[in-house]
């Protein structure tokens, strides 16, 4: 027997956080009647579990890649307004893949993307604080003084945020290493600091690295990669 929420994200269906979401919405029923309920067990080799309307099973290989998305893309699968997004850049996999966190439509840099819905909920749960990379340039030079109101953390929404690691490598830019991910966080601490963000590139997560992924470019972890992902 297996939690209905585990046996979602086994499937490649969601995040097992999103797909808790999609339970207790009714969108799942077992046996065809609606399950609602958090903790509900299944057979998979009894149960026919469905999701709006479709049958999911287990998958039968579970594929793990990284990617440059450039910026205008939208780190999703689902364009809301027509957009391009970074599902576009893969139509050559077949299999239904989900990204591992997102990075906003203006930013770039390296993503995940996975079928693994167990290893993408502990890579985007904040209590296992994964550190994730970016550089950074801004519109007017960083101050001594805003380099430590970073470094401390910004009060966001009632908030603060966590201390983060943060290096100046040029008048205009730097590199600042968070353990968390707010929306549009980068931004909007840079703007609470007085000053704004003109690029934003993300080139790691733990200890995944872009490389020399091209914009658009993407390719198949290692499994030293996939290893490193999951300790």
């Known amino acids: 027997?297996?939690?209905l929420q585990k046996?979602?994200?086994?499937?490649?269906v969601a995040s097992r956080?999103?797909?808790?979401?999609?339970?207790?919405?009714?969108?799942?029923?077992?046996n065809g009647m609606i399950v609602a309920q958090l903790g509900t067990k299944i057979d998979p080799a009894k149960d026919k579990v469905e999701v709006g309307g479709s049958v999911v099973g287990l998958l039968g290989k579970k594929i793990y890649l990284k990617l440059n998305k450039p910026r205008g893309i939208v780190s999703?699968?689902?364009?809301?307004?027509?957009?391009?997004?970074?599902?576009?850049?893969?139509?050559?996999?077949?299999?239904?893949?989900?990204p591992v966190g997102r990075l906003d439509q203006a930013s770039e840099g390296l993503m995940l993307l996975t079928n693994d819905g167990e290893l993408a909920n502990r890579?985007?749960?904040?209590?296992?604080?994964?550190?994730?990379?970016?550089?950074?340039?801004?519109?007017?030079?960083?101050?001594?003084?805003?380099?430590?109101?970073l470094k401390h953390g910004i009060r966001l929404d009632e908030e603060k945020t966590r201390p983060a690691?943060?290096?100046?490598?040029?008048?205009?830019?730097?590199t600042i290493i968070l353990r968390e991910g707010k929306k549009r966080q980068i931004r909007r601490m840079m703007e609470a600091v007085g000053n704004k963000v003109k690029t934003l590139k993300r080139v790691r997560i733990k200890?995944?690295?872009?490389?020399?992924?091209?914009p658009g470019q993407y390719r198949n972890?290692?499994?030293e990669e996939i290893k490193t992902l999951h300790s």
């Open 7 to 12: 046996y979602l994200a086994d499937c490649g």
């Open 76 to 98: 999703s699968c689902v364009s809301q307004r027509g957009e391009p997004t970074i599902c576009d850049l893969i139509k050559e996999v077949k299999e239904r893949l989900y």
């Open 165 to 174: 690691r943060v290096a100046l490598t040029g008048h205009k830019e730097l």
């Open 123 to 149: 890579l985007m749960h904040p209590r296992y604080e994964h550190e994730k990379e970016y550089l950074v340039t801004t519109q007017l030079p960083v101050s001594s003084y805003q380099l430590e109101q």
């Open 1 to 3: 027997m297996i939690r």
């Open 221 to 223: 972890l290692t499994p």
């Open 207 to 214: 200890n995944i690295t872009l490389g020399d992924l091209k």
């Open 17 to 30: 956080r999103k797909a808790e979401e999609m339970i207790i919405a009714g969108q799942v029923k077992v």
